[in-house]
């Protein structure tokens, strides 16, 4: 306390001593917390903000987060949903469950049956039981019902140049297909109508080449005289051979 302020006491101005500084907890000029002039602070006044668990600072505006009252997976007071506590129930004719209180979904496993889902009718691509369909070159899973083509089983030749019985699969192992010769080496099946060639080749006559560059077979049916040639280089290549279903 300065001499004045001893001798004639205190001017306050507000809060605070002109002549002195002094500071008195009164008559502060408070700006949200704090006082503007002496700088001192207030405790905060909370208040909850409406439906939300927050309360806010009647004086200053500051907010804080305040506890859930979870039910379960859901705040009662403000709606929150956290990823726990949830009360999930199979929805009918689904691998589905539902929260019965928030409305999440989540997938469960499925029970298959070969191809099938028993709880929701789901498919998948595998486990078909597949038969052979009455007079069609098809075959139709028993499960599902889904239909395939029978595949034709062609094996393009590959470029080591091995046998070419062991690169081509005969026609005669080709499955679902019914083939009837119809002359030379043609077969047509009775089912579908498909025309197939079952040439015997052999190598004759081969001219020069070389796996990294370019290469030249000619071919001869056994069977039927049937001529054909496969060369290639690093341009292309061209198979004239009849093979496989054409």
Known sequence: M??????????????????????????????????????????????????????????????????????????????????????????EGKCIEKCSICGKERNIEHKWNGCTCEKCGATRYEGHNWLLAQNKCAEKCSICGEVRVVSDNFRPVSHNFEPISDNFKPVSDMCGHNLVSIGGCRKKCSLCGKMTYDHDYVSVESGSWCNDCSFKFNFRCTKCGHTAVHWGNPGGEEDTRQYGFG
């Open 2 to 91: 300065g001499f004045a302020c001893k001798v004639f006491g205190h001017k306050w101005n507000g809060c605070r001593c002109k002549w002195c500084w002094e500071v008195r907890d009164e008559q502060h000029e408070w700006n949200g917390c704090k006082c503007r002039k002496c700088g001192v602070t207030r405790e905060h006044n909370w208040l909850v903000v409406g439906s939300k668990c927050i309360e806010k600072c009647s004086f200053c505006g500051k907010e804080r987060n305040i506890v859930h009252k979870w039910n379960g997976c859901t705040c009662e007071k403000c709606g929150a949903i956290r990823d726990e506590g949830h009360d999930w129930l199979i929805v």
